[in-house]
T-cell receptor, first 112, second 114 residues
Framework: AQSVAQPEDQVNVAEGNPLTVKCTYSVSGNPYLFWYVQYPNRGLQFLLK??????LVKGSYGFEAEFNKSQTSFHLKKPSALVSDSALYFCAVRDNTGKLIFGQGTTLQVKP | NAGVTQTPKFRILKIGQSMTLQCAQDMNHNYMYWYRQDPGMGLKLIYY???????DKGEVPNGYNVSRSTTEDFPLRLELAAPSQTSVYFCASSYLDGSYNEQFFGPGTRLTVL
C-alpha cells in the first residue's frame, strides 16, 4: 500500500539549534515528495519538493530536505531553528493515481 | 492577487442541513482541489478538477458534490450534513498538475455539524 509516515507527533528544539522533522514513504516507482507547512489558522504553504536529481533539496525559509532512496526517507532539516519556525509540518508523496498522500503532520515547537 | 479565497471561515450546521463552501482563485490555475483536515489525520482529498467542466472524485467523496463552471470557482456542496463531516476544509489550486507541482491553499473553512 502506498503511504507516508511522520513518526513524531511533536519535535521540540531550542532556538539556534538544528532541527530535523522525519518522513518515510512507501510508493511503487519513483517517488515525488513534498513538504508543506501550516501556521495556526492558515492554509498550507509549499516549502520544497523532490522530483529527481540532487538528493539534497533546498526550499523556502532556509529549509532543506534530504532524499534517501535506500531508507525511503525524506527528512526536513534546518541548520538553525527560529521561534517563528514553530508550526505544523506535513510530508506528502504522489501516489500512482496522481494524488497526494499527506502524512499526519508533525508539530514543531522552537523555544527561545 | 488575492490567491485562493474561501468563504465562510466558520459555520455550524445542524444534522441534515445543507450548505455550499465557496472557493475562488485569481491565478488562472487549471487544477483545483478540496481537502478535509481532521486532527492527527493529515489531509484527505475529497474532489478535484483539472479544468472548467471537469471534476473527479478523490479519496473521500461520499456526502459531497462539486461543480466547476468557471476556471475561477470551485464550490463544494454538502447535501445532508452529518457529524462525521465536522472538519476543516481547504481548497487548493495549482497551475499544473498539483501532484508534481506546488499547490496554493486557501485559509480554510471550519465546519461543525451538531
Amino acid at each position: 500500500a502506498q503511504s507516508v509516515a511522520q513518526p513524531e507527533d511533536q519535535v521540540n528544539v531550542a532556538e539556534g539549534n538544528p532541527l530535523t522533522v522525519k518522513c518515510t514513504y512507501s510508493v511503487s516507482g519513483n517517488p515525488y515528495l513534498f513538504w508543506y507547512v501550516q501556521y495556526p489558522n492558515r492554509g498550507l504553504q509549499f516549502l520544497l519538493k523532490y522530483i529527481t536529481g540532487d538528493n539534497l533539496v533546498k526550499g523556502s525559509y532556509g529549509f532543506e530536505a534530504e532524499f534517501n532512496k535506500s531508507q525511503t526517507s525524506f527528512h526536513l532539516k534546518k541548520p538553525s531553528a527560529l521561534v517563528s519556525d514553530s508550526a505544523l509540518y506535513f510530508c506528502a508523496v504522489r501516489d500512482n493515481t496522481g494524488k497526494l498522500i499527506f502524512g499526519q503532520g508533525t508539530t514543531l515547537q522552537v523555544k527561545p | 492577487n488575492a490567491g485562493v479565497t474561501q468563504t465562510p471561515k466558520f459555520r455550524i450546521l445542524k444534522i441534515g442541513q445543507s450548505m455550499t463552501l465557496q472557493c475562488a482563485q485569481d491565478m488562472n490555475h487549471n487544477y483545483m482541489y478540496w481537502y478535509r483536515q481532521d486532527p492527527g489525520m493529515g489531509l484527505k482529498l475529497i474532489y478535484y478538477s483539472v479544468g472548467a467542466g471537469i471534476t473527479d472524485k478523490g479519496e473521500v467523496p461520499n456526502g459531497y458534490n462539486v461543480s466547476r463552471s468557471t476556471t475561477e470557482d470551485f464550490p463544494l456542496r454538502l447535501e445532508l450534513a452529518a457529524p462525521s463531516q465536522t472538519s476543516v476544509y481547504f481548497c487548493a489550486s495549482s497551475y499544473l498538475d498539483g501532484s508534481y507541482n506546488e499547490q496554493f491553499f486557501g485559509p480554510g473553512t471550519r465546519l461543525t455539524v451538531l
